[in-house]
């Protein structure tokens, strides 16, 4: 059961939806997957991320914000991008030996019903730049048939090219890593009554 506090919208566990859907619900599939074997040599694994996780560093204290004066929907979404950009480079190198392959994309700024909930301003000022379903699904399905080659380090798959997954150098100023990320998330797993596969 969810209950509403304006924008945010809270979990019976106590989480902030988001959270759960962008983050921590894909942390927890993808390890069991992958733990189970269910991800085999060869798998592969393209998380979508966006635009948006330019502008923040990985910090995990705004990752799950359920007091209603501290939450902003914008921010906790930019949060979360980053953190899956995080998420998948360190999936890269715990996992990489094993045969998988993960990349981790964004399509560009898209004319979704969150931008146009979210960001009217953003919507109106850049509509004639904003993509289309067909254009934001071209990178990971083409990742999905090419696999191509990932230098080591951090980065993002945009149009077809990996892309530095910083834009700005403040993005840069964290003590948070993927391990640390991880570290948390598994902290939110600890006690909870999750269904594992």
Not at 51 to 63: D, E, M
Request: hydrophobic residues 40%.
């Amino acid at each position: 059961m969810l209950f509403r506090s304006d924008e945010l919208l809270v979990t019976s566990e106590g989480k902030e939806a988001s959270f759960v859907t962008n983050l921590l619900s894909h942390h927890l599939l993808t390890e069991e997957l992958l733990d189970r074997g269910i991800i085999p040599r060869g798998g592969l694994v393209i998380n979508v991320t966006s635009g948006g996780g330019y502008n923040v560093p990985l910090l995990t204290a705004p990752l799950n914000v359920v007091d209603p004066v501290r939450y902003n929907g914008v921010a906790a979404y930019s949060f979360h991008k980053r953190a899956q950009i995080a998420l998948t480079n360190f999936w890269r190198e715990k996992y990489g030996a094993t045969g998988v392959d993960f990349y981790v994309m964004h399509p560009g700024w898209a004319d979704t019903a969150g931008v146009r909930r979210s960001l009217p301003r953003f919507r109106k000022l850049f509509a004639p730049i904003l993509r289309d379903a067909h254009s934001g699904a071209d990178t990971p399905i083409w990742l999905a048939a090419t696999r191509p080659f990932q230098s080591p380090g951090e980065n993002v798959w945009f149009d077809r090219k990996a892309r530095s997954a910083h834009a700005y150098p403040h993005t840069r100023l964290t003590n948070e890593s993927g391990r640390s990320l991880v570290a948390y998330l598994e902290s939110h797993l600890q006690g909870a009554n999750t269904q594992r596969i």
